[in-house]
Each structure stands twice: as structure tokens, then as C-alpha cells.
């Protein structure tokens, strides 16, 4: 598969450090963008912070990680969309699930869609 030999062009080691979500969302980024933009170290430090969001009228706080130490799925979706790649998190969704949403490039259409269906 060629994105398989992109990400790997994109790896960044975290070290010893409990960063691999921020280290991980970076490594995406870049893939999808294609050049190193991204680094896991200071995306950890952004994520640290919440961030205000609008959903309609009403504004959320997202807590996209507990500071220095774990990251939640909804803040690497959050990370991700910030930085314009559209990303959702969804609880249950298999590996084929997000396996096919990669390939057809839409992960937040083809999961929601799956999902719904299982729903009926």
C-alpha cells in the first residue's frame, strides 16, 4: 500500500516521552500534507490546552488531553480537523471501518455512514 511507505517517511520518535497521540496526529498531518510540518513534541504542547469550539450557537470546551500524559480520541479528532483534515471519533467502530474510511479518503462520511446503518 503506498501511504504504508508515506507514513513511514513521516515517522517521528517520541522517545521516552507518553506523547504517541500528539506524535501520532503529527505523523498523519504530514502524511497528508506531504511534507514535515508537523512535530509531535510541540503538537503535545498545543494539545495540552483545551480549545474552544462552536457547535452552532454554543460553544464547547474540547479537552483534547489530560496535560503531559493521555490523550483522548476526541482530541486527536479535534487536532486533526483543526488542521484540516476532517476526523471523527466514534465509539465501536472496527478496524475495517476506519481501514475502508482511509481508503476512500473520508474517514468521517464512511464511518458515520456505517454506523448509522448498524443503528437501523
Known amino acids: 500500500m503506498q501511504s504504508d511507505s508515506r507514513l513511514l517517511n513521516f515517522h517521528q520518535w517520541q522517545g ?3 506523547d504517541c ?4 496526529t503529527a505523523i498523519v498531518l504530514n502524511t ?5 510540518i508537523f512535530d509531535g513534541k510541540t503538537l503535545a504542547l498545543e ?3 483545551p480549545r474552544l469550539r462552536w457547535h452552532g450557537l454554543l460553544p464547547l470546551i474540547v479537552v483534547r488531553r489530560i496535560p503531559n500524559w493521555a490523550t483522548m480520541p476526541w482530541g486527536i479528532a479535534d487536532t486533526l480537523t483543526q488542521h484540516g ?6 465509539f465501536g467502530a ?3 471501518d476506519l ?3 482511509l481508503k476512500n ?3 468521517a462520511q464512511t464511518v458515520g455512514a456505517r454506523q448509522a446503518a448498524r443503528a437501523l
Open 32 to 36: 497528508f500534507r506531504g511534507e514535515k
Open 47 to 49: 494539545m495540552n490546552c
Open 105 to 107: 479518503k473520508s474517514a
Open 21 to 24: 497521540g500528539p506524535f501520532t
Open 85 to 90: 483534515v476532517r476526523a471523527r471519533w466514534r
Open 99 to 101: 481501514l475502508n474510511a
Open 16 to 18: 521516552k516521552s507518553n
Open 94 to 96: 472496527t478496524k475495517d
